[in-house]
């Protein structure tokens, strides 16, 4: 694909609660994944860039981390993550999950629904705090009767932050269209930021670490906590074109290590398998991966490590 004549290029961020579906948005925006999708909230640590193409207009998607209510240094780091890349974006994209917030209020609404609810008031206060509006996409509309979508997006668009309405499904791609046009329309005239087929930027270290978490916290999502994190400690070409690459998976306590583990070493062996298979794929060359489980309870205040994916440690 040739960089057209009268090319634009700019940044979108997509901010949202936890769980509110960017990653999933951001790869169906793209064509291709860049970023990882589980069943856990707050997966996404880091802001990822996605490249996605319209028409003559080159889109850089900011996937942010979930905007929520912070409890520890890292979450502080992923707020703050996600308010930079807002900060510096052409358009910002509140991602809101409509489930859960029509459920919030309701009797049958889960303690998660609630959450997520509190999350989007706080969003719309950091909205008004900073002076930015932002373009309000309703997810999950799969099955919803449309007069109750549109009591929803009159609620929110009354806050006064938002300066028009999408609603769209990102799992299946309903809407999905309209909206990647109205970001290519917005895109200032620019040359293109980055190679016609380039799709992602992450350093290839970091995306192997990133495939092992997801494939980690598919495995085990019930059973571990947010307390793991994926280290690529080598990432080595070897001479037969291939890439030797090597893992540490960071847990915080011992009991911890037979979960990833499993029986007979099962499944460490799984989520390298499911990792390595993936990795291939993306990196189109064979790869050679090692994992090996570590435990250490201060992982996660290592100043190196938050460096390494691109938070403010100080946060």
């Known amino acids: 694909m040739t960089t057209p004549a009268n090319p634009r290029a700019g940044f979108a961020a997509i901010i949202g609660a936890p769980n509110a579906g960017k990653s999933t948005l951001t790869n169906r925006l793209v064509g291709a994944k860049v970023s990882i999708v589980t069943q856990k909230v707050q997966t996404t ?49 509140h991602l809101v999950d409509s489930v859960a917030e029509l459920a919030a209020p309701m ?4 303690p998660a629904d609630r959450k997520a609810a509190i999350d989007v008031e706080s969003i719309i206060t950091g ?8 373009m309000l996409a309703l997810n999950k509309i799969d099955g919803m009767r449309r007069d109750t979508l549109l009591g929803l997006s009159q609620r929110l668009f ?11 499904s990102a799992a299946d791609g309903a809407g999905v269209d309209d909206l990647k046009s109205r ?38 999502h019930e059973e571990l906590p947010y307390s793991a994190a994926v280290e690529t400690t080598k990432f080595e070409e070897r001479k037969d074109g291939g890439v030797r690459i090597e893992q540490n998976i960071y847990v915080e306590r011992e009991s911890q290590r037979p979960i990833i583990l499993g029986k007979g070493g ?19 060359r064979p790869v050679h991966l090692f994992l090996h489980v570590v435990v250490d309870d ?18």
Do not use: H
């Open 158 to 168: 009354e806050t006064g932050v938002y300066s028009e309405v999408f609603m769209i």
């Open 45 to 93: 640590r880091f802001p990822v860039r996605g490249v996605a193409i319209e028409g003559d207009a080159q889109i850089v998607l900011v996937d942010t981390p979930g905007i929520f209510q912070p409890r520890r240094k890292l979450d502080r780091a992923m707020i703050r993550a996600a308010w930079g890349g807002a900060e510096d974006a052409e358009v910002i994209v």
């Open 183 to 220: 970001l290519a329309a917005l895109m200032p005239e620019s040359p293109w930021l980055y190679p016609a087929e380039q799709t992602a930027d992450l350093p290839a270290r970091l995306l192997a670490a990133e495939i092992t978490r997801e494939k980690l916290y598919l495995r085990v």
């Open 127 to 134: 909205l008004k705090a900073n002076g930015k509006q932002a």
């Open 107 to 110: 009797r049958e609404g889960s």
């Open 298 to 315: 201060k992982w996660a205040d290592k100043r190196e490590f938050y460096g390494d994916v691109g938070l403010d440690y100080d946060a």
């Open 266 to 284: 099962q499944t460490v062996k799984w989520i390298g398998q499911k990792a390595r298979e993936e990795l291939c794929e993306l990196l189109d």
